[in-house]
């Protein structure tokens, strides 16, 4: 069964360092999103993608934020300078039909610790 | 700010015992669905309810969506161990039913005791 795939599992960075998350979404999907979930609490929207560009973002999703598809397979989350409250887990989602948002498929997620 | 609450937060069932979750958002939603998230693992998709009073059944899991489009509940009968883990219901706004911005409840972690 296809599924979402992110790498790497856990990223350990110092505050101020830059760091790409990477996610290789199911081939056939068209939309993609960001998800974080701080330890123990709810998932929260970071950003969607489509055609190419971000469809819409939330507040958390400020300038130090990016989100690329530099080719047909990979979709990457850039934090620039991170900070001590970044530490999450950042989950990977894409979904398949066009039009609409139905069912999500959620990446493994790759766990950032800042330190 | 749009907010979706769920309650309970935990709940600890004997097996056997029946389960239900419930989900108000404070704004209409498009649609809602619920995941389940194992202890360590990421949101799996259950089910999605579009319509006004809508119900759907899985097996032992019953869904329901209000009339205003505004709250939810899942219920499940029945519980075996293989239902532990925290159960979410998350719904894109209507502003947001083409960009698929989905907002999460805080989730309902169920523990069952067998």
């Known amino acids: 069964e296809p599924e979402v795939t992110q790498t790497p599992s856990h990223q350990v960075t110092q505050m101020g360092q830059e760091v790409i998350l990477r996610c290789v979404p199911i081939?056939?999907?068209?939309?993609f999103y960001w998800y974080r979930q701080i330890l123990g609490q709810k998932v929260e929207f970071l950003v969607s993608?489509?055609?190419?560009?971000?469809?819409?973002k939330s507040e958390i999703f400020d300038d130090q934020f990016s989100v690329e598809r530099p080719d047909g397979s990979n979709f990457t989350l850039k934090i620039r300078s991170t900070k001590l409250e970044d530490s999450a887990m950042y989950f990977c989602?894409?979904?398949?039909?066009?039009?609409?948002?139905?069912?999500?498929?959620f990446g493994p997620g790759t766990r950032l610790t800042v330190l | 700010g749009q907010q979706v609450m769920q309650i309970p937060q935990y709940q600890h069932v004997q097996e056997g015992e029946d389960f239900t979750t419930y989900c108000n958002s404070s704004?209409?939603?498009?649609?809602i669905q619920w995941y389940k998230q194992r202890p360590g693992g990421h949101p799996v998709f259950l089910i999605q309810?579009?319509?006004?009073?809508e119900v759907k059944k899985q097996k032992r899991l019953t869904f329901q969506f209000g009339e205003a489009k505004k709250n939810s509940s899942l219920h499940i009968t029945a519980t075996q161990t293989t239902d532990v883990g925290t159960y979410f219901c998350?719904?894109?706004?209507?502003?947001?039913?083409?960009?698929?911005?989905?907002?999460f409840g805080q989730g309902t972690t169920l523990q069952v005791k067998p």
């Open positions: 081939s056939n999907h068209l939309y």
């Open positions: 998350a719904g894109p706004l209507v502003s947001s039913s083409n960009t698929g911005k989905l907002i």
């Open positions: 309810l579009v319509k006004s009073g």
């Open positions: 989602a894409s979904s398949g039909i066009l039009g609409t948002h139905n069912e999500q498929f």
């Open positions: 993608f489509y055609n190419n560009e971000i469809s819409e």
């Open positions: 704004t209409t939603l498009s649609n």
